[in-house]
């Protein structure tokens, strides 16, 4: 099945820093999202990118599916962007979403 | 709009016990999905249903089994409940096959 890896697995950051998260996948995807994972465990959909860019305030993110890894930035961080963050990847021909291992954010005043 | 509701948000069963889990997708959306999620990992795919049928299956044994209703609802029942068990349990719904998916806040499932 289609692997998917995150990195970092671990990010501090003081209030004000830009951060990249990566994430690769190991073969041809129909979906990919990002989801930030806030401390009660609701997962919030940040974006629906299988390809392409896409910018929403301070977060952005690319994907390359040709070389198959997608990046999300988050350009001036805040505490309130701490928290996990996964990456999903559903298979061609299901619904299934596969995801990463995820990159616990923290940022610090 | 509402988003993705699920119920209960916490319960507490004994091994061997049976448990329901209860989602109602987000208005319009016909495709319900379950994942299970164990502390410090991601989501594991458990079931999806569109428009009443199984579409997908994970890896998981047949103790866990699910059904969505004709108002698109779904249920997922686990029997004979291990300690492993132990999770939350999040939904998700999305318009239809393959679209983008937005999950409930989940139940946090504890087998004593």
């Known amino acids: 099945g289609i692997q998917v890896e995150q990195s970092p697995p671990d990010l501090i950051l003081q209030e004000g820093a830009n951060s990249t998260l990566r994430c690769n996948f190991s073969d041809s995807v129909n979906n990919l999202q990002w989801f930030h994972q806030n401390p009660w465990g609701q997962l919030i959909n940040l974006f629906y990118i299988p390809s392409g860019t896409k910018q929403n305030g301070r977060l952005s993110a690319t994907t390359v599916a040709t070389e198959r890894y997608s990046l999300l930035y988050i350009s001036s961080s805040q505490t309130t962007d701490s928290g996990v963050y996964f990456c999903a990847v559903g298979a061609p021909n299901t619904d299934k979403l596969i995801f990463g291992t995820g990159t616990r954010l923290q940022v610090f005043p | 709009d509402a988003g993705v509701t699920q119920s209960p948000t916490h319960l507490i069963k004994t091994r061997g016990q049976h448990v329901t889990l209860r989602c109602s997708p987000i208005?319009?959306?016909?495709?319900v999905s379950w994942y299970q999620q164990v502390l410090g990992q991601g989501p594991q795919f458990i079931f999806q249903y569109y428009e009443k049928e199984e579409r997908g299956r994970g890896n998981f044994p047949d103790r866990f089994s699910a059904r969505q209703f004709p108002n698109y609802s779904s249920e997922l029942n686990v029997n004979a409940l291990l300690l492993g068990d132990s999770a939350l349990y999040l939904c998700a719904s999305s318009l239809a096959y393959v679209y983008e998916q937005y999950f409930g806040p989940g139940t946090r499932l504890t087998v004593t």
């Open positions: 208005s319009g959306h016909k495709s």
